[in-house]
């Protein structure tokens, strides 16, 4: 085992082609983990452990706030210069708390029980966070980057898929175990349990993927290995962005159960089928902006990926006009499949620019540098949205369209226009800071960007090549039309486009 663990002077194609394979393995057995150990089951379980609004936006803050440890963790890949022992021993020792979450609720008293929790997120996340130092900087060097882009967004869209079709298992699983046995929260500590063992099969497999060994660098101190991502402009730019877009998502994303479980009083075999609906498309345009991201840039994708996320968020408020209405399940369909189309692209564009940005066998210190970053600000939002959640629960903005007639009997009717309260105006304040994080990639520069048309009408192109082999409806021929005239407009884009690579290569 720990020959497997150590480094190796240099790698062949057999030992990519093999590393590839279980790498792809274990992105299915974490995303397992991460199935039933997050999401909706998480919160659905904090809740039952009677968590606040303030202790959910803790609960989402642990992961980000960890995120600091990304600094020792810096010092330490490059003093041990074995990245792999790094991630396996860290995650190994921090899958095995969830052993301990799932256990607690049969021996600990409900008093002591939600602080137990805590410490183990912490301990999870933070051993997480030094791992994935490591983990990014050895991938960074061990995967083509030819096949980047679309490696990850296939490793992604099997193990999100695999665990869409899980998670309605455990769903109803969940369903099952309330009618038959009590109390209703063993059904979790049985799922958490679940998630542990299969995080710990996704680290054997880990074991295998080789890693070259680190470029060699002269010693310096850990300041001095922190400085240079400040002081490149571009990555500056790239740090604001993705800064800034961690605050804004992650103001409402913590909330999205919460909303569903308490607000629009939905039942969890409702809450899981949404996630899974917007697992499905987020594993059908996995490809699609992998692709994309491949032939143009992660920018061009981000430019469109972004903007059609924020548009889900502030869609959420609609669905309550103040109360639910007979479009509130339509909408809240919508909001999770446009939800899944455009965070598969936020992924994809995200995780890969940062990779394409930082230098290749000194990528530590600028990925950890970009987690650091991210962290603090998706630290911030959900706390100060916890605060603000409270708040705004006393807080109601309605407008009403008012309809009078005068005779000859005085009637009126009063129609709720728009109307806010409670989590919807943290929906709202998250759309409006997503918008400015749009605004700081515009000054984020990448080898290969196109104009984000180009990209549209791509995106726009595979769609309806996928509609018209899929839809049975007539009326979605109309969806689909595509301006052909637009391809002189691409052609030219892009022979601009080669000529100044050409002239500038």
């Not at 409900?110 to 791992?131: D, E, K, T």
């Amino acid at each position: 085992m720990l020959r497997w663990l150590l480094p190796k002077s240099a790698l062949d194609e057999a030992d990519v082609k093999k590393g590839l394979k279980f790498l792809l393995l274990d992105g299915i057995f974490s995303q397992v983990m991460g199935v039933f150990t997050g999401g909706a089951f998480l919160i659905a379980f904090a809740l039952l452990l009677g968590a606040s609004n303030k202790v959910i936006g803790l609960l989402a803050a642990i992961g980000p706030l960890t995120q600091i440890l990304q600094i020792p963790a810096i010092y330490m890949v490059d003093r041990v210069r074995a990245r792999k022992l790094l991630v396996v021993v860290s995650n190994a020792v921090g899958r095995l708390s969830w052993i301990l979450v799932a256990a607690m609720v049969w021996f600990l008293p409900q008093s002591s029980q939600l602080p137990v929790l805590l410490m183990a997120l912490f301990v999870y996340f933070g051993l997480g966070s030094i791992a994935g130092c490591a983990f990014n900087s050895w991938m960074r060097d061990f995967v083509p980057e030819k096949v980047m882009g679309s490696y990850f967004a296939r490793r992604m869209a099997i193990a999100v898929a695999l665990g869409a079709a899980l998670s309605i298992v455990a769903g109803a699983g969940i369903d099952l175990y309330k009618k038959f046995m009590t109390p209703e929260i063993g059904a979790y500590s049985i799922l958490f349990g679940l998630g542990a063992v299969a995080g710990l099969i996704g680290l054997t497999f880990l074991s295998r993927v080789p890693e070259p060994k680190m470029t060699s660098e002269p010693g310096r101190g850990l300041l001095a290995r922190l400085s240079p991502p400040f002081k490149d402009p571009n990555f500056r730019q790239l740090l604001a962005f993705l800064g800034s877009w961690n605050f804004a998502i992650n103001l409402a994303g913590p909330f999205f159960t919460v909303y569903l479980l308490l607000r629009l009083n939905l039942s969890m075999t409702w809450v899981i089928g949404l996630s899974v609906l917007s697992q499905i498309f987020h594993v059908l345009f996995l490809r699609l902006w992998g692709n994309l991201a491949d032939r143009f840039s992660n920018k061009s994708v981000l430019s469109v990926a972004g903007p059609l996320f924020m548009i889900s968020i502030l869609a959420w408020p609609f669905t309550t006009m103040p109360e639910k209405h007979f479009l509130t399940i339509p909408l809240i369909i919508a909001i999770h499949v446009l939800a899944g189309m455009s965070t598969a692209g936020v992924n994809i564009g995200a995780g890969n620019i940062a990779l394409k940005s930082a230098p290749k066998g000194t990528a530590t210190a600028y990925l950890a540098t970009n987690a650091l970053i991210s962290g603090v600000a998706a630290t911030i939002a959900p706390v100060l949205a916890g605060i603000a959640a409270d708040w705004f629960g006393t807080q109601e903005l309605t407008l009403t369209l008012k309809w009078v007639k005068s005779a000859p009997i005085l009637r009126e009717l009063n129609v709720p226009a728009f109307n806010l309260r409670g989590l919807d105006f943290l929906f709202v304040v998250s759309f409006l800071f997503g918008l400015y994080a749009m605004h700081r990639l515009l000054s984020v520069k990448e080898v290969g960007e196109v104009e984000e048309e180009i990209v549209k009408t791509e995106l726009y192109a595979q769609v309806q090549k996928a509609m018209k082999n899929v839809s049975t409806v007539a009326g979605i021929r109309h969806l689909t039309y595509f301006p052909y005239e637009k391809l002189k407009d691409v052609a030219a884009s892009i022979g601009i486009l080669s000529k100044r690579n050409k002239e500038d290569p």
